[in-house]
């Protein structure tokens, strides 16, 4: 578990555009945020991140840069990239289950007869300060709730505005 206050595991995956994704090579005004999804099997997770992808503006006018993360194969993440409306939403792929495991996400198998791939992680969404410290962290063990958008945001205007520690350290 990836405690909050703490530094996050640095990630260096390919991205869906033939570039790569190192996270210790962002420089974001206030936050990069990591959406860990599950892979182009989950509907819930097509819905969030064209949810995202569609207010992307709301995030990186605020100072942040936005990733959706997940154990897909470059394969399977093409077609996320092809066939999901996530915009302009950055896709990173091939995430390796150790490096879910750091992240502490929850990983699962295949379920007999499903399009899931042999393992995969389930949700997480995290909020890193520039120098890669946590400041928010969420996972869950199933993909039925993802948090709100609208609440996500207001809750960082108010974190922006009033200069909200990070909560939780004491874990």
Avoid at 74 to 83: F, G, H, I, L, W
Avoid at 89 to 110: C, F, N
Avoid at 134 to 145: E, G, K, R, Y
Avoid at 150 to 165: A, C, H, M, S, V
């Amino acid at each position: 578990m990836l405690k909050p206050g703490f530094t996050a595991p640095d990630i260096d995956l390919p991205l869906t555009i033939d570039a790569r994704f190192v996270l210790s090579d962002q420089t974001p005004d206030n936050y990069t945020m990591l959406v860990f999804y599950r892979g182009k099997h989950c509907p819930i997770c097509k819905r969030y991140l064209e949810e995202i992808g569609g207010r992307l503006d709301d995030f990186v006018s605020r100072g942040i840069n936005v990733f959706a993360i997940s154990m897909d194969s470059e394969e399977r993440a093409m077609v996320v990239d092809k066939e999901w409306k996530t915009g302009n939403l950055p896709l990173v792929h091939s995430m390796t289950e150790d490096q879910a495991r750091e992240w502490g996400l929850y990983i699962s198998e295949k379920r007999d007869g499903s399009e899931e791939p042999d393992v995969f992680s389930e949700p997480g969404l995290f909020l890193l300060k520039p120098d890669r410290t946590v400041h928010f962290a969420q996972t869950q063990n199933a993909p039925w709730t993802r948090p709100s958008l609208d609440d996500l945001l207001k809750g960082i205007d108010f974190t922006l505005e009033n200069d909200y520690p990070t909560r939780g350290t004491l874990t």
